[in-house]
């Protein structure tokens, strides 16, 4: 059964340093998102992507973020100067129209 | 943002017996609703959706009710057994493609 991977699976940074997380979504999908859940919290949007450019965006995903689809199979979010505050598990998540989404395993991201 | 909520953090149920977990929402502009299941170091797993449009979806042992005019849904799991034990998110979408998820409820099936 096709799945979306994410690498890695656990990030420790320090903090202001740059981290990219990968993911490789389902392979016919169109639609690609990440979201991230700090913990205790509630999983939230960051953005979401289609058609090589961002279609929504949430009030988290600032500056500091950026997302690319690099080639055929991998999509990466960037953040450029981590904070303490960006610590949480980050997924991500990919769909073949506006329905049902189907969510990786999660990268842990641990800012330092 | 509490445009979706899940009151109720845990349920517990014996196996064999029915597991109702509850949703509600605010935002009438909604029109998706799902539910995922997540294991802990895992991500998300799709269960089961419904458009607003239907009032009901069934697959297999589960069920998920829409009441649109209390803004309210439930997933029922029958009959609920121990691998079932699981975080149950609910989600929304409304015309877009972001999910506002619950926070979630923690269900128990004890053997």
């Known amino acids: 059964e096709p799945e979306v991977t994410q690498t890695p699976s656990h990030q420790v940074t320090q903090m202001g340093q740059e981290v990219i997380l990968r993911c490789v979504p389902i392979s016919n999908h169109l639609y690609f998102y990440w979201y991230r859940q700090i913990l205790g919290q509630k999983v939230e949007f960051l953005v979401s992507?289609?058609?090589?450019?961002?279609?929504?965006k949430s009030e988290i995903f600032d500056d500091q973020f950026s997302v690319e689809r690099p080639d055929g199979s991998n999509f990466t979010l960037k953040i450029r100067s981590t904070k303490l505050e960006d610590s949480a598990m980050y997924f991500c998540?990919?769909?073949?129209?506006?329905?049902?989404?189907?969510f990786g395993p999660g990268t842990r991201l641990t800012v330092l | 943002d509490q445009q979706v909520k899940q009151n109720s953090p845990s349920l517990s149920v014996q196996e064999g017996r029915i597991s109702i977990l509850n949703c509600d929402y605010t935002?009438?502009?909604?029109?998706?609703f799902l539910w995922y299941k997540k294991y802990p170091a895992e991500g998300p797993t799709f269960l089961i959706s419904i458009s607003s449009i239907k009032d009901k979806n069934e697959d297999g042992r589960f069920t998920v009710f829409l009441n649109k005019s209390a803004k309210h849904l439930s997933l029922h799991i029958v009959p609920s057994q121990p691998g079932d034990s699981a975080v149950y998110f609910c989600a929304a979408s409304a015309g877009g493609n972001k999910l506002v998820f619950g926070a979630g409820t923690i269900l128990r099936v004890k053997s």
């Open positions: 935002n009438s502009m909604f029109d998706y």
């Open positions: 998540a990919s769909s073949s129209g506006l329905d049902e989404q189907f």
């Open positions: 992507f289609y058609n090589n450019e961002i279609s929504e």
